[in-house]
Structure formats: C-alpha cells, structure tokens
C-alpha cells in the first residue's frame, strides 16, 4: 500500500479563481489514490510554520498575499510547491497562471467587435495580474484602432472596501464620455461599477457596457444588471499545477518556470449585452441579425429589410466594425452556438437550427473551420468551465479541511 501523499492548499476560498483552481487540483487528486489534499479555512502568513507540518508533501500557492512572501518562505524550507496566484511576475517556485495579456486582448476584441470604440480598463494598483491585463487590453485596442484609457482603484481605499458605494469609480464615472465600454479588472469591481453607475443613474448597459473577469458566481449575480465576464481555464490551472507538483513530490528536478494558460471565452449577460456603433444603419441591422438569426437570415434578404443596396449595407459595416455583414452574421452565429454548446444540454441539431443552419452537417463543418473543433468535442473538453457549479467538482475527491 502506497502511503498518503499530503498536499495543502493555500487560497482564500472566497475567491471564485482560487475556487476553480482548487477544482482542478481535486481533479487531479482523484486520479492519484494517495494524494490527499488540505485546506486551511482562514490563514496569515505567519500561520506557515504551524501549517507546513513534516507530514506535508506538497503546496498549492493560491493567491493569498503577501504572496511574495509566502511563496518564499515556502522556497526557503524546501517543501516541493507550484505557485498559482497570479500575484508575481517571477518566483523562485514553478508558477501556473492565466495569461493575464491573453484576458485583457480578449476584452478589448470583444468590445470592439461589438462596435466600441471609446474603451477603458478599470483595474488594481499595485497588482501585477490587474497591470498585465491593462497591458493587454490597451495595446490590443490600440492594435484595432480603438481609443483607451484606464483608472486605478487603490488597495487600501476605505470608501470602496465594502462596495456599498464605490466613491472613487464615480468620481470618474460623472465625467466619462459615453456611450462607453469599460473592462474591470476582476468580477468584484465590476460589480462596484454597476453600483456606482446605478446610484449615478447612468444607464447599463445603454451608456456603458461593462464586462468583468473570473465569471463568479456571486459577484457577478449580486447586481443587475448581471455582470457579463471573462471565463478563465482556472480549473485546467489546477490541474496542471498538480501535474507539477507530483512531479517534484515524486523527486523530479523542475526548473523555476512559468506555465500561462490563455482564457476560454466572454460570458455575455445584460451588462454588456448591447452594440455600441453608432451607424444608425448598422445598429439596426445587427438587432435584424439577433432577432432573426435562427431563421438562417442572408445579406440580401438584410439588405432588403433596410431598403438599402447591398454595396451601402457593405460600405456602411466596413465604416463601422471593419468587416462586411456576411462576416458580421457569421461571427454572431459562431458565438450564439458556442454558448449554446457550452451553457446548455440542446442537441446539436437544435443548436443548428437556433444559429441558422438548416443542415446539421453544414453546421458542424462551419463550426469546426471556425473554432478548429467540433461542437461535441467543445461541449465534452470545456463545459466543465462554464457550467460547473459551486460544489461541483471537489466533493468526494478532497481528503479534508483543517483549521
């Protein structure tokens, strides 16, 4: 008999990255009989030395500043650890993270295919995640064409602490030229700019779309409107990082290194869920394409519903999204079935259908040429992300919690 391999986990659980991530290390814990993995219920740093105890094997870094710190003190006692918090850029101890640049590209596309073009990244001082995805998000805008700003919210800020009403977002918020898009950072600020912008009665998402990252379950259904959001791979970090550490508990050699895991997709809920062009043409003709989309719509039956030519419609979609409408339906058609695929258990055939396809093959050939996989093999790989719930995933595979 193989005896237990003690593994602990250090995160703050209130987190929903932090939540995930421990779901793939329970994953991964489920697959090796004799790892069994712990989690304090609430820690300080100072706790480490009564934690790390001579019958743990192995640490799991999650986000838990100072995290420099810890992740150090662990180094220094030679205990085999990964770090996952995304709170370093370098660390003496192997790091799986997002790709924080990855996140903040994908939120500037998104709010750019949508039409934007004034855009503005609310983050975190002092946060080396919060600054990699402004990186991201400023350069990508600017790679597009599209105009960017940022503010900052500062750690220590006592009015914003409880979110009950966050006075440094509305400061700036009375003076932002709209319609705007603004990304925040994580779900919390998102949520403190839905209630900013309800006390300012600024209009979401009609004067401002805003979109989140984490998709936390809590954050981002505390306000309404509910927060659209970024879906990072945070359980497939989990698991990685166990596939990692296993490996050092086993005695391997592994090099301090850094493993990014880019983002999965944007969940779209009412916070964003509008275009932000203001072609009067075009915005009509995308709320034809969303309205009628299931009835396989063409660029000549648009055409004639705006009783326009098709050279106009054209002119006028490359003036404002910089792609014809034969590409802008696609897209829209492209994004309705993963989402579907994703967040419900509709048979692929009714997927089709609801996306405008009338031939189940030809939607699935056009969704392989597009996302480079077929709908079933998306739903069976990635749904676990997007539909898993709070307790999913951990129950039965987690040895136990220790205070």
């Known amino acids: 008999m193989r005896k237990n ?77 990964v770090d996952v918090s995304a709170e370093l850029e370098t660390s003496s101890l192997p790091r799986v993270v997002t790709d924080d640049a990855a996140v903040g590209r994908m939120a500037a596309d998104y709010f750019i295919d949508r039409g934007f073009r004034r855009l503005v990244y609310y983050g975190m001082s002092q946060r080396y995640w919060s600054d990699a995805r402004l990186d991201g998000f400023i350069a990508q805008a600017a790679a597009r064409g599209a105009a960017a700003q940022y503010f900052r919210k500062q750690e220590a800020e006592a009015e914003d602490r409880a979110g009950v009403y966050p006075g440094t977002a509305a400061r700036w918020l009375k003076h932002l030229s709209k319609p705007a898009a603004i990304y925040a950072g994580d779900d919390l600020l998102g949520a403190y700019l839905v209630e900013a912008c309800r006390n300012l009665k600024i209009r979401v998402p009609e004067d401002i779309a805003i979109l989140g990252t984490d998709n936390d379950d809590l954050y981002g259904q505390l306000r309404t409107p509910h927060l659209s959001s970024i879906l990072l791979d945070s359980r497939n970090i989990g698991l990685r990082a166990m596939e990692l550490l296993y490996r050092r508990m086993r005695g391997k050699k ?3 290194m850094t493993v990014l895991i880019p983002p999965i997709r944007v969940i779209t809920r009412l916070s964003s869920d509008i275009f932000g062009v203001e072609d009067d043409l075009v915005r009509e003709a995308l709320g034809l394409i969303q309205q009628n989309l299931s009835s396989g719509i063409s660029v000549k039956w648009l055409a004639d519903q705006l009783a326009v030519s098709r050279p106009t419609m054209e002119r006028h979609f490359l003036a404002a999204l910089n792609r014809t409408p034969a590409t802008e339906i696609q897209r829209i058609q492209m994004e309705t079935a993963r989402q579907l695929v994703l967040d419900s258990d509709m048979p692929i055939a009714q997927v089709a259908h609801k996306s405008g396809y009338s031939s189940p093959r030809q939607f699935s050939t ?5 996302f480079n996989e077929t709908p079933r093999n998306m739903r069976k790989t990635h749904r676990y992300a997007a539909a898993a719930s709070p307790d999913s995933g951990t129950r039965g595979l987690i040895a136990g919690a220790e205070n």
Do not use: M, T
């Open 366 to 370: 056009s969704f392989h040429n597009y």
């Open 5 to 81: 391999k003690r593994v602990l986990f250090l995160g703050n659980l209130a987190v929903a990255y932090n939540r995930d991530v421990l779901r793939g290390v329970a994953e991964y814990a489920g697959s090796q009989p004799e790892i069994r993995v712990f989690f304090p219920d609430n820690f300080e740093p100072a706790d480490l030395p009564a934690l790390i105890r001579g019958d743990i094997h192995g640490v799991i870094v999650a986000g838990c500043p100072p995290a420099w710190k810890l992740s150090e003190a662990i180094a220094i006692r030679g205990v085999p650890a």
């Open 254 to 256: 592994i090099k301090a």
